[in-house]
C-alpha cells in the first residue's frame, strides 16, 4: 500500500490534509513542518514548508494525486509515491476500510 509525501505550504497544508481524509482519498494524513532548499527559476530558495504523509490505497492513490494538484496552489506541487515493504496487518486493514 502506498504513503504519499507531499509538501505544501504552511497556510494551504492543513485544508489539503482534511480534505483527503473527509474525501476518502486517505485514512490519515500525518503533518510536520520542514525547511525546504530548492532550485526555482535558476535560483536556490529555502522555504518554511509542511511535510504531509497520506496513507492510502492502490486504488486510490491515483484520485488522492489528482485531488492533490487540484488543491495545491504550486505549479509543481512535490508528490512522491512510497510503497510499503511492512506493515502492521491490523493497520492495513483500518486503512483499507477507511479509504473508499
Not at 41 to 63: F, H, I, P
Request: glycine fraction near 2%.
Amino acid at each position: 500500500m502506498p504513503t504519499a509525501y507531499i509538501t505544501a505550504p504552511p497556510e494551504e497544508a492543513d485544508a489539503i490534509a482534511g480534505r483527503l481524509v473527509e474525501e476518502q482519498l486517505a485514512a490519515c494524513v500525518n503533518r510536520f513542518p520542514i525547511t525546504s532548499t530548492y532550485r526555482w527559476d535558476g535560483e536556490v530558495q529555502r522555504d518554511e514548508e509542511v511535510a504531509l504523509l497520506a496513507k492510502t490505497t492502490v486504488d486510490a492513490y491515483d484520485d488522492l494525486v489528482d485531488r492533490v494538484e487540484e488543491l495545491h496552489p504550486y505549479d509543481v506541487p512535490c508528490i512522491e509515491r512510497f510503497d510499503e515493504a511492512h506493515v502492521l496487518e491490523s493497520f492495513a486493514e483500518w486503512r483499507d476500510e477507511s479509504v473508499e
